[in-house]
């Protein structure tokens, strides 16, 4: 009996050996610089990057839907776990795993899931963590079809959802039963821009045992960060800031340990979630410069507010840069940064807004977020339309209400925009 590189080697240690072999091939090419203890900004760059044996400069596209074993002892390990290598896409990818791996490090969190898109992350969140008779509390005002797909798919399950105003925390311990498994909170939310305390509902879920789902779409990882303030699981639409350039559609979760990263992975990959090798390349991309681009958003979305909050024509604005905003000093508290999201009402109601939205030349009229460049759109119409009008005055989803998205054009342009627009509204 001879294997290589050890002719004589006891029986009993040949699987040891086949294993250390392609542990070692396989991570020789996939060295990471360690970034764990640089800047936020550095992370961006350099955390999910890996050396290929070429020296790419970026992680190159592993246009792969398969991947070659190096024998039949090398696959077993691969399926056992024995081994790290990779299998099929739908599983893992290298391109896939360098974004995983940056999203990881930028939540602090254990480990990165990415999906296909920002609902393929929150169903294979839901699909792992809820079932029938379980119950889940969310936020009143989140993402449209986050609510939607429980109350008209999840519930054919007999999955039972609420969705209140997860900023009262005594309304949230009101209305958690004896079946509640998942508080799901969006803060800043969409399009109410309503904050939740992220650090007293972690305090909520220790006490009621349940798993706090957070997600950060809004704020990103660059001005809030819920794993370190309590939350088991952080999600976001990639399509918005984290991509930022209105091109590419996806999702990622990040769980703060192996237990639930573990049960959503199996959810994402027996339901075919997955994030392609060529989106995780333009995502990585855009995630590079993500610091930059916020705080130009930010920057600019803080003047517009300005603008806006004295223009006579305004009936109401809600952004929480602003001292008007009712929890302003949360929005203090828990982020390092207001985001760019605005959301206001035209004096004259509906018919303004609608004119508004149909005299400006440089917003785009255009829902998502997050971008480079500045959108507007009509929430209760648009976005929110699937809700019933009842859970819409609930939610607070008013039919004034009008959402900016401001991106990074120089900030003059953005302001006469709006102000033309305005005088014709
Ligand atoms: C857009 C969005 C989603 C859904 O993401 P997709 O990438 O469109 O599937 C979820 N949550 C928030 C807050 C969003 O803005």
């Known amino acids: 009996m001879g294997i290589f590189p050890f002719p004589a080697l006891p029986r009993f240690l040949i699987p040891v050996v086949l294993m250390v072999r392609h542990r070692f091939f396989f991570t020789k090419y996939r060295k990471r610089m ?9 992370k ?3 955390s999910g990057a890996f050396e290929d044996q070429f020296g790419s400069a970026t992680v190159p596209i592993y246009q792969s839907s398969t991947f070659k074993f190096k024998d039949a002892q090398h696959g077993a390990d691969c399926f056992s776990g024995a081994s790290d290598g990779f299998i099929y896409t739908r599983i893992a990818n ?11 490090e930028l939540e602090n969190g254990y480990k990165g899931i990415a999906t296909s898109s920002g609902m393929a992350a929150i169903t294979s969140i839901y699909m792992a963590l809820l079932g029938a008779g379980a119950h889940i509390v969310g936020t009143a ?6 609510r939607g797909v429980l109350e008209k798919d999840f519930s054919r399950f007999g999955v039972e959802a609420d ?5 009262d925390i005594d309304l949230i311990k009101a209305t958690i039963k004896p079946n509640t498994k998942v508080l799901y909170v969006e803060t800043p939310a969409n399009p109410t821009m309503e904050l939740s305390d992220l650090a007293a509902c972690a305090a909520v879920a220790r006490e009621y045992n349940l798993v706090l789902v957070v997600d950060n779409t809004f704020a990103t990882p660059y001005l809030q960060n819920p794993l370190d303030l309590g939350a088991d699981v952080v999600l976001h639409s990639v399509t918005k800031y984290i991509n930022g350039h209105a091109d590419i559609v996806g999702g990622v979760v990040v769980t703060k340990e192996k237990e639930l990263y573990d049960k959503i992975r199996h959810c994402m990959v027996y339901m075919g979630c997955n994030m392609d090798p060529h989106q995780a390349y333009m995502i990585i ?3 590079k ?7 130009r958003n930010q920057e600019n979305a803080m003047k517009v507010a300005q603008f806006l909050e004295k223009h006579p024509k305004i009936a109401w604005i809600k952004y929480p840069g602003l001292e008007s905003f009712p929890q302003y000093e949360l929005a203090k508290k828990q982020m390092t940064g207001f985001g760019s999201m605005i959301s206001f009402g035209v004096a004259g109601g509906l018919e303004s807004g609608r004119a508004l939205m149909n005299n400006v030349h440089l917003a785009l009229l255009a829902v998502s977020l997050g971008g480079v460049e500045t959108l507007i759109q009509h929430p209760a119409s648009m976005t929110h339309a699937a809700v019933s009008r009842e859970d819409k005055e609930k939610a607070g989803i008013t039919d004034d209400l009008v959402r900016l998205s401001v991106g990074i054009e ?13 005088e014709k509204s």
């Open 94 to 104: 290298p391109t896939i795993k360098a974004f995983e791996d940056s999203m990881a």
């Open 289 to 295: 410069t993500m610091a930059l681009r916020v705080e």
């Open 163 to 167: 969705f209140i105003n997860t900023a």
């Open 410 to 422: 120089n900030i003059e342009d953005i302001i006469n925009d709006l102000a033309q627009a305005l």
């Open 285 to 287: 991309r855009g995630l």
């Open 44 to 46: 961006l760059i350099h």
């Open 34 to 42: 360690n970034t764990k203890n640089m800047g936020f900004d550095t």
């Open 141 to 146: 005002s989140v993402y449209g079809p986050a």
